[in-house]
């Protein structure tokens, strides 16, 4: 298999990661069209209880395997990278089936005690089979990652969001007809079929790359570990328990993510209950801020997440070799480029509130919530590559206790702001944006201290007077200018003016150089 290097590698996710997310807004504008945003708000109900489970089986596991594997094949022992495949395996399948039938017997008093919807069940029921899927999944995009070969996962998560998409929408509009809450589980049962798809996509990887290493001539035969001595453990023991020393804090660290997700979708609606608002609305409105305005925010944050996967194997193995300059240079980077490329759709989404929400979802009911978040967008897309870093350094607990005080703040903040009738939604929207930016801070001084990494002040200021002229051109442009054709194209026309305002203005200041540009493979081969 062929090794990429950090730059190629986040490139090859980063390229996955954007179709995915366009692809990914296909549900997020039609759902609401077929189902409403009521129906979306029951999809969203159940999806954090899905995300507590799967962060339990697989929250570390497959970052231990990927670090592990990295680590072999630094030391040219592919044999030992398989086994470290199997014991992940043979532990995240044996969590998977576990919390499989623990979901489906505690079906009922999810839907009827902890939630405020019952209709919440049926959905509930449709994201069981999810589990144990992507219990293997997530251990075979680990394999691939440690190998630093990001296209088997690349492929399997483009193939898998075609596929989702097509049947979250065919399955909801067969079950309409039966009511809101059977097409809510329609669309969780295509996203059921999208996963196996994409499970299926890494199992042929893995084979063919099996098939390829077979056919490799002896000369290059690995170097094998040596046997274990009498006394000692044996090696899948030893693997295990390596894997669960690294899988431990980081499943613990993301345990507080995901019930932090968890306990804010059921918080919400009982403060929103509170406050004098009907279920129905209430779920509606939770709908419109988790299925519309969240999944837009994060869009932009494609590059951050992929940089993040890119870094922990990348990060591992400079840290293995104790050379910090290289551990400088790759976080550096990847806070930069998370920075630069984040701010631009930071302003889009500011100006442009309005119109963006009129074209996507059919009106402009959530422009408010979406114009009061995208500021604070920006430090969501730091954050990934932040987090990434504490956890390629061998630092998770720091990593957890940070994600731990900006989780019990913003539980408090939903509960003190969300239950209050003059807030409503836009407590829980508030606690958001506090959550983040302290998460963030947090991380960032974690990070600072650890490896002493010099602050560059200087790349933060220029950003944010590059991302406020831009913001002020593309407002005066549609605004003033007069433009031809309908809203969308006159939308269209001036966030791309804003767009080369902004690329403009990096070029001018040294946000982006030449330097990074021919990083770009199509312009690497012109060259």
Not at 12 to 28: E, K, S, T, V, W
Not at 127 to 141: C, D, E, K, L, T
Not at 146 to 161: D, Y
Not at 284 to 296: E, N
């Amino acid at each position: 298999m062929k090794k990429q290097s950090f730059i190629q590698g986040t490139l090859i996710l980063l390229a996955a990661g954007i179709i995915n997310r366009m692809l990914g807004f296909i549900p997020r504008i039609a759902l609401p069209r077929v189902m409403g945003a009521e129906g979306v708000g029951l999809y969203q109900l159940a999806y954090p209880f899905f995300i507590v489970l799967v962060t339990v089986i697989t929250g570390g596991i497959p970052l231990a395997i990927a670090k592990m594997v990295a680590e072999a094949e630094g030391e040219n022992q592919t044999d030992k990278s398989r086994r470290i495949l199997h014991t992940g395996l043979a532990l995240s399948t044996a969590l998977g089936l576990l919390f499989t039938l623990a979901a489906y017997f505690a079906a009922p008093w999810v839907a009827n005690v902890i939630l405020t919807d019952k209709r919440v069940y049926y959905t509930f029921v449709s994201m069981i089979p999810m589990i144990s899927i992507v219990a293997v999944s997530a251990v075979y995009r680990g394999y691939f990652q440690g190998k630093q070969n990001m296209i088997p996962s690349a492929l399997s998560s483009v193939l898998e969001s075609v596929i989702r998409i097509f049947f979250m929408l065919w399955f909801a509009w067969l079950l309409l007809p039966k009511g809101i809450a059977f097409a809510a589980a329609g669309a969780m049962l295509g996203v059921t079929v999208g996963e196996l798809a994409g499970m299926l996509v890494l199992l042929w990887q893995y084979a063919y790359s099996l098939k390829k290493d077979k056919a490799a001539p002896a000369s290059s035969a690995v170097v094998q570990p040596d046997a274990p001595s009498a006394g000692e453990e044996p090696s899948g023991k030893r693997l295990l328990r390596r894997m669960l020393r690294i899988a431990v804090p980081v499943t613990a660290g993301r345990l507080v993510g995901s019930f932090s997700y968890l306990l804010e979708s059921i918080i919400t609606a009982r403060s929103l209950a509170l406050a004098g608002i009907a279920a129905a609305a209430a779920t509606a409105q939770y709908g419109s801020l988790q299925g519309m305005v969240i999944p837009l925010l994060l869009l932009p944050g494609v590059l951050s997440s992929s940089l993040a996967v890119s870094l922990v194997p990348s990060l591992s193995e400079a840290a293995a070799r104790q050379d910090m300059p290289t551990i400088h240079k790759r976080l550096q980077q990847a806070l930069r480029l998370a920075m630069v490329t984040g701010a631009p759709f930071v302003a889009v989404m500011y100006i442009f509130a309005v119109p963006l929400c009129t074209i996507l979802y059919g009106n402009a009911d959530t422009a408010p919530m979406l114009r009061l978040m995208a500021p604070f967008a920006l430090f969501l897309y730091i954050q990934s590559p932040l987090q990434a870093a504490l956890q390629a350094m061998d630092r998770p607990g720091r990593a957890l206790l940070n994600t731990l005080i900006g989780a019990v703040i913003k539980i408090l903040l939903i509960l003190l702001l969300a239950s209050r009738p003059e807030f409503g939604i836009y407590g829980a929207i508030i606690a958001i944006i506090v959550n983040s930016v302290l998460v963030t801070l947090l991380h960032g001084y974690s990070v600072v201290r650890l490896i002493k990494l010099s602050v560059r002040v200087s790349d933060p200021i220029k950003t944010v007077a590059a991302l406020v002229i831009m913001a002020a051109g593309m407002s005066y442009i549609y605004t003033s200018v007069p433009l031809p054709g309908a809203d969308w194209l006159k939308f269209l026309i001036s966030a791309i003016c804003g767009m080369a305002i902004y690329l403009g203005l990096c070029l001018l200041t040294g946000l982006i150089s030449a330097r990074d540009l021919e990083h770009l493979p199509f312009l690497k081969r012109r060259r």
